[in-house]
């Protein structure tokens, strides 16, 4: 019997569940892309400066992935409706809350409460849609949330920008209102109630704050480095720290009767490979999006508006895979397209490698296209083997481990390869376009190769073949 029949659901519903979380997962990217487009507009309104405006960026990432174990736990203890649709009211009241701001720290603080929600919003989403779908279409359902979230990130620097330049920057905010309430209108219609079974667990609060203690000292210093200098006292001390309390994490998690975590979720081949991977492979992925539009500004002299319409061509191509590429891993299973995925971009980094200060821009559009054409092969795929590796009754801590791992990895490629440019570009080289290509190729060969190391960590996941639901196979256990 199908998860949806057994919470007395109509199965032919669940095409009102993907609207439902599509809307939602279109928003929260939207709103993530959106922000960076206009944090200069921001500063100057608040007369502030960038360092501190970079907070309301940086808020947002530290919160949301210090919380996706923690609400991706409570939604297998609570239900994962209950925490989705809260996370909704959240993330629509934190957005109200920006829009009033009447000052930088305000808006900072309401960054923080909105990344609560957004937190929810991330780790229930696949939870939900792995539940609503029979296994055959999880990765068919899994891809079109994945359109979802690469539309939001193509169009919403066009669209944050023209909102700032006609309504002003309140209004990015407030746009969220009217569309939350609608999409948690239509979600606490059509999402199914489903109740835990088994005994009332009590929630693991010492994994929880160690864990986000530590993650969140990690993404400070990943975060920070490139400004602070990567050995510098701080940074260093911060690193050293992070290390250590999640050691104790980890010896927490070995140790408690019902931990946040269930580290035997990670002794499962599938599920520790489809982990590892999406952490390489958003290495790679914001290797791009940071550092192709210092090439293209001042590496080119491009405009803004010029760079952000080149930098589309590989959001758009993402989307339009993405459906193809989950349905094509409902009938062939996950290993073929994640492979071939991962080995196109390692071959699009280095098509972006090779350009120079004088190259045809249509170099850069080929390069990102292909980038594109490999993350889209890969992300529905893989996200569909972890959700599916995982039973029944973890989907909402698998869940927030897949997010998690975007998170971690965008973070570590910001991180990794601004260290690699920065090095490489030197003192002098800020103002030469010839050294700004010459950072920005010897950064993409980086990325090039933490790609390929990647295709051969998802080749070695197996032959999990078509129509594969190992938790419905593996019923409640945890491996």
């Keep these: 019997m199908h998860d ?45 400066d ?7 960026v940086t808020t947002y990432l530290l919160v949301v992935s210090a919380l996706l174990l923690s609400v991706g736990r409570l939604g297998d203890m609570r239900g994962n409706k209950v ?20 000052s930088p720290t305000l808006l900072i603080l309401s960054r923080g409460l909105q990344a ?11 939870a939900i849609l792995t539940k609503s779908f029979p296994a055959r279409q999880r990765g068919q359902a899994l891809g079109v949330q994945g359109t979802m979230t690469y539309l939001g990130l193509t169009t919403g620097p066009f669209f944050g920008g023209w909102l700032a330049d006609t309504f002003g920057w309140h209004s990015v905010f407030f746009i969220n209102v009217p569309i939350g309430i609608l999409a948690m209108s239509l979600s606490l219609w059509v999402i199914p109630i489903d109740r835990p079974s088994g005994e009332r667990e009590q929630f693991d609060l010492a994994g929880a704050a160690s864990f986000a203690l530590g993650l969140t000292a990690l993404l400070f210093a990943l975060d920070q480095g490139h400004n602070l200098g990567w050995f510098s006292p701080i940074i260093l001390t911060t690193v050293a720290a992070s290390l250590f309390i999640l050691g104790m994490f980890v010896r927490i ?67 339009v895979t993405a459906p193809f590429s989950g349905s094509l891993s409902d009938r062939v ?19 972006l490698s090779r350009m120079g200060p004088t ?32 039973p029944r009754s973890k989907q909402g801590i698998a869940a927030g481990v897949l997010a998690l791992a975007r998170n971690v990895g965008m973070a570590l490629g910001i991180g990794l390869t601004g260290a690699i440019f920065n090095t490489l570009l030197g003192p002098a080289g800020a103002a030469s376009r010839a050294a ?7 950064s993409m060969i980086f990325a090039s190769g933490v790609a390929f190391v990647a295709a051969v960590v998802t080749f070695g996941r197996g032959n999990d073949g078509p129509l594969a639901d190992r938790s419905a196979a593996v019923g409640d256990s945890s491996g």
């Design 253 to 319: 998690e070995s140790k408690v009767r019902a931990p946040m975590l269930d580290l035997g979720l990670f002794k499962r081949r599938v599920f520790a490979i489809s982990t590892i991977s999406p952490i390489l492979n958003y290495i790679c992925l914001f290797s791009v999006t940071f550092l192709l539009p210092f090439f293209l500004i001042q590496g080119r002299d491009l405009s803004a508006a010029q760079a952000g319409l080149i930098l589309t061509a590989q959001p758009l191509v993402m989307a």
């Design 333 to 351: 299973g996950s290993r073929i397209p994640t492979t071939v995925g991962m080995m196109l971009l390692a071959g699009g980094l280095f098509l």
């Design 359 to 390: 190259s045809p821009l249509g170099l850069t559009v080929l390069g990102l296209a292909v980038c594109g054409l490999g993350t889209g092969l890969f992300v529905a795929p893989n996200n569909s083997a972890l959700m599916g590796d995982a």
């Design 116 to 126: 609560i929600g957004a937190a929810m919003l991330f780790a229930m989403s696949p």
């Design 50 to 56: 960038v360092a501190t405006m970079e907070w309301v």
């Design 4 to 48: 949806s029949d057994r919470l007395g659901f109509s199965i032919e519903n669940k095409w009102l569940v993907l609207v439902a979380i599509g809307i939602g997962t279109y928003m929260s990217a939207l709103d993530g892309s959106v922000v960076n487009t206009i944090l200069p507009v921001v500063t100057a309104y608040f007369k502030s």
């Design 436 to 442: 700004i290509a010459y950072a920005f190729d010897g």
């Design 83 to 102: 925490i989705y649709i809260t996370g909704f009211g959240i993330f629509v009241i934190g957005s109200a809350l920006c829009g009033l701001s009447p």
